[in-house]
């Protein structure tokens, strides 16, 4: 991630990008910040393609077009990423002098109480995640990145491990129309060898249960 107050720039990574992607998305998505200028890019070198195209399929099988809109795709073109993001910058300065806010901090975004604490990646907070497709995009993001908080936990965090080594395998439950994708994406993020460093064949901590 390249990160300033006026836009952000995401390259490829694996379960613990998504979790950051799922998080700024889930804050551009609230009602509130629907006409807020922010510009999200994705880019990286062509072996990036498959990645974004995945959690490109994701997004628009979970969050909808409405998310998609949100970001742009830009693999091997640093020039385009460039101009855009100037171009994406220059709108959100713009919007902001038109505002009476500051050029310094995001002042005009809403970011909800919610997405300012930390999740604890524990079994029973896992299992009881909500994943339904009636929710609000916003709040279905928030708990999609969670999801990924946890896995993120599992495979690399000393407390993580140690909880599936003690407590077996972290269970993520939803509707059947989320849990696919979200299956579908995990399982390429273990065919790139994405979900940590490929020294032994991956083994999951989690389970989905559809």
């Known amino acids: 991630f390249v990160r300033t107050t006026h836009g ?7 379960a613990g990008t998504a ?7 889930g804050i551009l998505l609230h009602p509130d910040n629907a006409k807020v200028p922010f510009p999200l890019i994705f880019t990286g070198p062509p072996s990036s393609v498959d990645y974004f195209k995945e959690i490109d399929a994701f997004i628009a099988a ?18 385009r990423v460039a101009v855009a993001m100037k171009e994406g910058i220059a709108a959100v300065r713009a919007y902001r ?13 809403t970011i909800e109480h919610e997405f300012q604490q930390p999740f604890i990646p524990t079994h029973e907070n896992m299992r009881n ?10 709040a279905l993001a928030a708990n999609l990145r969670r999801a990924f908080s946890g896995i993120v936990a599992g495979n690399v965090k000393d407390e993580g491990i140690r909880a599936i080594e003690q407590h077996g395998h972290f269970e993520i439950r939803g509707d059947t129309d989320i849990m696919e994708p ?7 993020f273990v065919a790139q060898h994405r979900m940590k460093l490929p020294v032994t064949e ?6 989905i249960i559809k």
Not at 182 to 188: E, T, V, Y
């Open 97 to 109: 002098k038109q505002h009476d806010d500051a050029y310094y901090f995001n002042w005009s975004l």
């Open 62 to 79: 979970t969050l909808g077009a409405e998310a998609q809109r949100r970001y742009q795709i830009m693999v091997d073109e640093p020039e």
């Open 129 to 138: 995640l909500e994943l339904r497709r009636d929710m609000p995009a916003h």
């Open 8 to 14: 952000i720039v995401v390259f490829p990574g694996g």
């Open 202 to 207: 991956y083994v999951p901590c989690y389970r």
């Open 182 to 188: 979200l299956d579908s994406l995990l399982r390429s």
């Open 19 to 25: 979790e950051e992607i799922l998080y700024i998305l």
